[in-house]
């Protein structure tokens, strides 16, 4: 890359997202508590021993911490929580999970649940361990928004390390608290080294939110009930979504598309992913504005590798390498229902413009057979 390319970027993100490159790619820090309090959970009657309900004691752990937080201490072990009552995270609280602690949803016929809860609250840090839905085991057929964590009106949450998987919904779902000009927005929220597969309605869900950091994760396999996309930024009429940053992560084997991006949305950095054999689209986006998509592994997926559709506009899509996309269509037939690309239709298996989109510069972009 030439420094003229990489001034260009820079310069892109000033004028179409209002931010720094600094303070798009850096991650919300966590302000540690002011207790230095630590409560096993353990000591307060968990037994982690894959058949007893761990969540009173889970939960007791939790409120003993003093008003100014500390952290609970999770080891190794399978502990069961009653997913209609959850793990309720409040401000100032580190839930530390050892690599091999696992919490696990009973199973249950609920429409909605969730397994850890941050409602409300600032300055909250999850870390480590492995989350279980109860998706295989579920006593019902309905509903579709049962989550593995649920992060609604909450500031400063940082999700570290985490494997979530076997939801009946969503492994992360991220949005605000009521409606209207009351609402709370989600806001600084950052995931890092998080993995979220086998879900069944989406990786990672996001509403009403802002300044979102998704950092070096992975979204995979989703499938059960749609949209069944890797991650998937749907406010549509409950508010915005603002300014988030989606690097350096791999959304794959989805049953719909990798990124998946909806009304309301504006200021969505996608660099340096990978997003590969989704049966949908590599990435989809219907009317929202200042977009970029950056430096990514486009490839294999079922449908073209980047749809840009409704009114989408300022966008920008450089330095991306597009290959063999549109996996679920003959190139001939494809090249016979849609138009091409503004600036070509040689590749229009792997991109696609509408026209009814602006403001859209192409630029960088590799397209292997």
């Given at each position: 890359m030439t420094h003229h390319d990489e001034a260009a970027r820079r310069a892109f993100l000033r004028r179409t997202l209002a931010l720094s490159a600094a303070t798009l790619l850096a991650p919300v820090s966590y302000r540690a508590a002011a207790s230095n309090k630590v409560i096993?959970?353990?000591?307060?009657?968990?037994?982690?021993?894959?058949?007893d309900d761990d969540t009173a004691a889970i939960q007791a752990a939790i409120d003993a911490l003093p008003a100014s937080g500390g952290t609970v201490h999770v080891p190794a072990g399978n502990y069961m929580v009653d997913a209609s009552n959850a793990i309720n995270l409040r401000s100032n609280v580190r839930l530390e999970m050892a690599p091999d602690a696992q919490l696990t949803a009973i199973p249950n016929a609920l429409k909605r649940y969730h397994v850890i809860k941050v409602w409300d609250a600032d300055n909250v840090q999850i870390v480590g361990g492995r989350i279980v839905g109860e998706r295989e085991q579920h006593q019902d057929v309905q509903g579709e928004w049962g989550y593995g964590i649920n992060i609604t009106g909450s500031r400063n949450v940082t999700v570290t390390?985490?494997?979530?998987?076997?939801?009946?919904?969503?492994?992360?779902?991220?949005?605000?608290?009521g409606k209207g000009p009351g609402m709370e927005m989600a806001s600084d929220i950052t995931l890092q080294n998080v993995v979220c597969t086998n879900n069944r309605r989406q990786g990672m869900s996001l509403g009403p939110c802002q300044r979102v950091r998704i950092l070096n994760c992975t979204f995979s396999d989703t499938e059960g009930?749609?949209?069944?996309?890797g991650i998937d930024l749907e406010p549509m009429g409950q508010g915005q979504v603002s300014d988030v940053l989606i690097q350096g992560c791999t959304m794959s084997g989805n049953k719909g598309c990798g990124v998946e991006v909806h009304r309301?949305?504006?200021?969505?950095?996608?660099?340096?992913?990978?997003?590969?054999?989704?049966?949908?689209y590599g990435i989809l986006a219907v009317d929202m504005d200042n977009l970029w998509v950056d430096d990514n592994t486009i490839a294999s997926?079922?449908?073209?590798?980047?749809?840009l559709g409704g009114h989408?506009?300022?966008?920008?899509?450089?330095?991306?390498?597009?290959?063999?996309?549109?996996?679920r269509y003959l190139h001939r037939a494809l090249k016979a229902m849609v138009s091409g690309p503004r600036g070509g239709d040689s590749h229009q298996t792997d991109l696609r413009i509408d026209d009814s989109t602006s403001n859209v510069h192409v630029s960088g972009n590799t397209f292997a057979s």
């Open positions: 096993d959970v353990r000591n307060k009657g968990a037994r982690g021993n894959g058949n390390g985490t494997h979530i998987s076997g939801c009946w919904g969503d492994g992360v779902l991220i949005s605000a608290k009930t749609k949209p069944q996309s309301n949305v504006t200021g969505l950095v996608i660099r340096q992913c990978t997003i590969r054999d989704n049966s949908g997926n079922g449908m073209n590798g980047i749809t989408t506009s300022d966008v920008k899509i450089t330095g991306n390498t597009l290959s063999s996309n549109s996996t």
